[in-house]
């Protein structure tokens, strides 16, 4: 036999079958079918309306155990089992083959093969039948159900069942529909992209039986040997054979040829003919390339006796139409087989039973035949001249017409037109979406930097642009070809129509990228394994970054090329939302409602935008408001999510569970959170299921791709927080993913109103499938539960840690306390265990395992029961409307977004590793600002020694600059030598701690804000040196050469001359009258010398020799014009209050944050300030891009007024206690004692004794103090109130709790009005606390200055010369190095007395330094101790904060005192922020305490700030200005928005209770509408306060 025997004679066959003798006549008579099917339409629309797709998705209660009953219809029972991949009740298991050799299979293949005719004998065994009954079949209610459905609705029948490879009728006889035309919709599954009515590649064999229909076994020989179920086989089984006298359906076979390999199964289309075939026959003709016949052993019902034989060709045609046929003939004789060719055709026939070798010879046959048909270029022709199946006529001459439907050439010729490539129609005609993923970007910006109140506003306007802008390219969108075809396929009025095409388009779509996008898939294969090959042998860092950065760009470049349905929703959704509502057409405004249709139609919608990550609020309200409409409003929703990794199968569950068609596959098919919406029935509580279906986590593509993790993080946050139901579902064991981003959740969640509301629950049920388990090892299944409860205990207990003492996480409000998983997969238990969803993964195997639809069925019902039996706080659980789900939907995008740093995290231990790397790196600066305290101590007790070396030497003249400068360069050299060492060896322990495990991803973050640090306390600790270096080499300096100078005036007055004996007779006003003219001429020489610097000048002279005004080439001259517009800007700064402010006015309030900043942290003027200032001041203008001259002269004239302004005060202070002349005022006192002392010839001994022990009162009180001040913040600065602005509030409620017991109704409601002093007070009280005792502490302290004056004495025993100035060194000395180590003991001792007290150096050492130290001694004594401890601490605790703010050390500064304008909460920050960084903020108290009013009725405000804002409501600060709470930042500068929203019980309480009161107070009406919740009890306040502040 030759290849040509294979080759079929269409003209000749056709011709004998009575038809038209050409191919091209055959397509024209189908097109002419076609045409008249058309023609027929509107009588067929006459006909009962058919069900939409949407009816088979309806779900409603049932029991996979049971039986239909007779209150529900068979259909229904049918589409349920359908849709669930139930067992259908085919039990079928074919034909079992002996285990034989496989001889006669070779023989025959052999024999087909080589073409001559051979016959052999077998063996074989017979096979029982049963007869049948009057019940109502299986394929009777299959027809009946498939004709009550549209085409769409048939379509998805036949995916179902041809899914589990069963046959499909391919005509209903009762309504004489066939459904060819349609089945170009079906696409066979597991072969790739397929579609049953237009495929000309697979090998076609047709069954038929000449035997009466209970005696046929042609349904076996389809499951034995082509793998296919048929339902008429069931029946037949059950004795319920359908009485139909013509049935034919059609199925997708394989055929196995082999053990493995892509060569283990032949695919072949089967046509199995049930009952009467003679009208088919013409049909057969055409289609078959095999026929199957089983004979009848009856010769008058012989095939080939009546048919082979027949003289009457025009009758009755012959079966040599077909390339092959085989004919088997049941006998109980030995088995026989014979080939032979009869008019070019082969015919095999078989003659035996069919049980034993007679399926592998027919199996032997079939294959021979598809290796004929493959080989060479056989096939080719015969593809070529073969009709597809929608083209071959059947059952005309009987009446019978296709099913309508759209037709797929004409929608994939549309797509052709429409779009050519799919890359340049996302990229550059899809411009509304690719503009969204830029706004996303700078929606995720600002939430970054959501504290710095200037950057939000920054994105806030590059987010307005990127609207403008798409508002402006809308109008070209919307002519996009793509996106009209897609607008005129939901346009269609018939929903069969409407979703075929759809269904048409997104196959279409999805084939397309496959085929477009397959060389990038590979190269990403490639980059990832070189990635991971480099990775694993450490290759160089620079080779390895490029590898990532390439397969990070190929994924990016992957993702753009990725077009689907969703991107046209996408692109509709902006087309919709963003176009002027003038410019809407009609088609444009009907988006919404076509979109909630499409969900209707049983689609699926994006709720999350895959690609960046954002919800488009405004579109799914509307959509969501459209579904209401459509629905109706009053109906209910329950929200179902499914969370897992990827491909883990939660599509395919939910397909499972709702029989709908989520899209499946290995790999990443979801995209972000997809909505889909499913009818109920039979259910009270609800009318649909809305089911959330969540791109899966850990995915491949994003992995190393920035933001990975939150990605995740924010979608399952999303999944679980909207759903009433979460599915949590794990592939196998590993459920490491989950386990890790659940307590991430939790993370987010707590905190949040949403938790507040629910009380610390969450409100959405979760539940736990563990699938592709092996469900027969018990033992396993108990270990996955137990270690899933186990996960779930250590998740709750690291959050609870992490949450603190959290009352929204308390143990009884668990999110996870009510699981249920004692008993998996029983009825009761909240956790499924799974195993595959199909039997096999391998043809013919590969069809759906019932066992898992079954499973699913009862999880399903059992999260129905758990849900809406659910009580919580004894409510029963209710279901949503649309229109609250829509607006339960923002809630929880609110709550995501103020989660955003904590979704960051990949896991709860990542989070704890955070936080644990943050608390050292904190310890790590605060050990820099000991060092730098320790250095700092150091140099100054050496530029003390430096000066009492100058005094020593004798030097009174005054230093002059250039010698000032170097040695002020040589202290600054020694510090940072000091510094050095402890800097160096904290950069290793930087490095050690940033490089541990796990910390990785932070350690460039830590190290960069590490190096800014470094420098800022660099900067910050040189300048405090600078600043002691001028007090004590020039100020003190000067002072104390005055002094001497002074001393000297008042010796020589009293000398030895000629007036000596009238001076020293002068009454006590003469003398009097003389000091005042001596000490006012030397105040003037020093005012004459020393003027106060005129600030205006020295910051004129710095602007003028700055290098950046003169790069500008701007004139700093204030002219008349520019101070009107300063006078105008310091009356009522407008540019913070307009709503649209331009850059400069953007950059004058930057200019504001700056000089606030300066004013806050510096003390005293220096020109580095004024430098400095006009960097950051031109730098703002360069990031605003302002650009024009006179646009930057403005800005610069503004801040030069604002620094000058700021420095004339700071002057005038600074001057006031630090300058010359006012250090010499401050000694006059001591100066008079001097000369009245000398004016009485008291000797000169007693004279310097007495000089020292006023040296020593003068500081003594202050040297205590400061040695008081550093023990009391050595002790306050650990405790939590202090830089806890929580814990402070709680402290200052408890304060408030005090007073409410004592009936201080008033003072309270004065505290809460005025926080500042209120803070402040409070603040103090704690610092009083925790000082020292008094008594205790100045008894040491004097102790150590007595020993310390006697130590100075003796150092002078055995000085013979100067003694006075030795004894003033060594007193010096023993300050500064002694016990006590006082700086300013010491500083006060720099005292010069060179040439003072020459004439006593004769006297005994031992009665100098008796009268030394009995005269201080004694000024000790004399000195009045320090108050009681009470009043002490109380005057020693504002001098604590003032030397924590001097000392700024970031871990320990108490809280800034700013307040809100409107309800006078504190600011939660520390002290000295940066308002330009950090902007306060604060925890918004009921505005009505302090008086706070609402617009319309004066009545007390109930609401806070943060609920006025939520609700965008507005405040009025005047009769006439009136703004809106999202103003609230521009209104008051420095301030962030109200968005904090915490709880203030205490605050509540107080206005609930006092109502009247407060009202009373402030001349308001009483709040009318308080709150339910205001109304708390005190002492459980109280309670909850101490508990609190106690931490338990």
Known sequence: MDDASFSRDGATNMKEAGHSSSFDQIVDDQQQENKTMEENNDEQKELQKKKPYVAFLIDRPFNANTTETQEEEETVTLMKRLRCRLNLRLHSKGIEKKSEDDDAELEALFALSIGPSSSGSLLTSGTKESSP???????????????????????????????????????????????????????????????????????????????QRNQSQASEILKSLFNIDSIHCQDFSAGSVSSKSLLAEIGSGCVVIGESGPEKVKNVLVTHVIGDFKPLWPFLQHFADYLLIEDSSVEKESFCLSWLTSGDQGSHPESSAFPFVCVWRPSVDETRYEIKEVNGSFQLCIDGQLAGKTIGILKSSVVAVIKKMNAADQFQVTSQERL???????????????????????IESRMTTSVQNLRDVKTKEFLLQKNYMEQAKHEETKMEHRLNEEKVREEDAKIKKCREVRRSDSHRVQQRPLLQLFLSFLSEEDPGSRILSIRMLEKELAGRCERTLGPELLEIRKLNSSYVDKLATASGTKDLDVTRENLLSAKAQLRDGVLNIEHLWRELSHLCTD??????????????????????????????????????????????????????????????????????????????????????????????????????????????????????????????????????????????LLADATIVITPGENDAAIKEILPVVLMAYQGSKLAEDNGGRLSSKVFFVYNRIDTSQKNKLSSIIQSLGTSLHEAFSQVQNLAGDSALLKSEARPFGNLDVSNPNSSESDVCILGNVKKEYEPPGDIPDSAYGETLVKFREHIHRRVTSAQQDATAWKSRSFEEFSNYITEVWKCICSANFTLNFASVVERITFDKLDFEYKKVEQELVEAYLESFATIKKKMIE?????????????????????LLLKFEAKLREEILPAEQNLDNKMKEMIMKRGREKWSLQFQRQWETNKKDQASNWAFRLKTNFVLLFNYEHHVENYKKKLRNEINNLFSNSSTESSKFVWTGGEKTTKFEELYNNMLFEVYQLFPPKDMRAEVLNVYQNSSVIKNRKIDMLVSDEDSSLLSILKQEPIYFWRRNRNAVEKCLKSVDAIVNFISASQQCYDDSIISNFIYEVDASITFHEVSTNSEVRKIHIYGQNLIIALMEIMGREWEAENSVLAKFKRNKETMCEYFMMVSQGVEKTKLFAATMANALKSVLMSAFEKEMIQKAFNIIRNRQWLFDARLMHKHMDLY????????????????????????KDVLHRLIAENVPNVDKEWQDFTTHLKLSITKAALGTENVESDKAQNFVNQLRNEFLKG??????????????????????????????????????????????????????AKELSPKVVQYMKIRNDPVALPRCDAYCALCSSLCIEAANHDTSLTPHDAIHQPAGITGFKNLKDSTLLSETCSDCFQANWRFRLSNTSEWKYKDYAKVFPGWRVPRINEESPLREYILATYNEEIAEKYKRKSCPDVPAKYFRDLSTIREQLKRDIDGI
């Open 1379 to 1432: 016990g006590l180590q006082n700086e300013l003991l010491a500083s006060a001792f720099l005292i010069n007395l060179s040439g003072e007290y020459e004439d006593f150096e004769n006297e005994e050492n031992g009665g100098f330094q008796d009268a030394c130290t009995k005269e201080m001694i004694q000024a000790l004594d004399s000195q009045e101790p320090p108050k009681n401890q009470k009043e002490f």
């Open 1296 to 1319: 408030l709790v005090n007073l409410l017991d004592e009936k201080k109704v008033d003072e309270v409601l004065d505290c809460i009005k005025n926080p500042q002093s209120f803070y």
């Open 579 to 720: 176009m002027e509502p003038e410019s809407r057409s009609s088609v444009i405004k009907k988006i919404p409602c076509l979109a909630a249709q499409h969900l209707l139609d049983g689609f699926c919608l994006e709720l999350l935008d895959g690609d960046s990550n954002m919800i488009h609020l405004e579109w799914i309200t509307e959509v969501l408001r459209e579904l209401g409409v459509l629905t109706g409003k009053m109906k209910r929703i329950f929200v179902l999510s499914v969370i897992g990794v990827q491909s883990s199968g939660k599509s395919t569950l939910l397909n499972t569970m709702f029989g709908i068609q989520m899209r499946t596959s290995v790999g990443q098919c979801t995209r972000g959170v997809n909505m889909q919406l499913v009818p109920v029935e039979g259910r009270a509580e609800y009318d649909y299921i809305l089911l959330l279906d969540t791109e899966g986590t850990r995915a491949p593509e994003y992995h190393g791709m920035p933001d990975s993790e939150k990605r995740d993080n924010q979608m399952a946050t999303l999944s679980i």
């Open 946 to 966: 430096e000066k009492g070396e100058i005094i020593s030497s004798g030097t009174t003249a005054v230093i002059d600059a250039t010698s000032n400068g170097d």
């Open 388 to 410: 597809r199946l929608f083209q071959i006529p059947i059952l005309m001459d009987e009446g019978y017409r296709a099913l309508d439907c759209v037709s797929p050439t004409e």
């Open 133 to 211: 009954t009057n019940k109502k079949s299986l394929y009777d209610s299959l027809l009946e159900l498939v004709d009550e459905f549209d085409a769409a609705g048939v379509v998805e029948i036949f995916r179902l069942l041809l899914e589990r490879r069963s046959a499909i009728p391919l005509f209903v006889p009762e309504s004489k529909t066939h459904f060819l035309n349609l089945m170009r919709h079906v696409t066979l599954p597991g072969i790739d992209n397929i579609r049953l009515g237009e495929d000309k590649s697979l090998m076609r064999v047709a069954v038929v039986s000449c035997r």
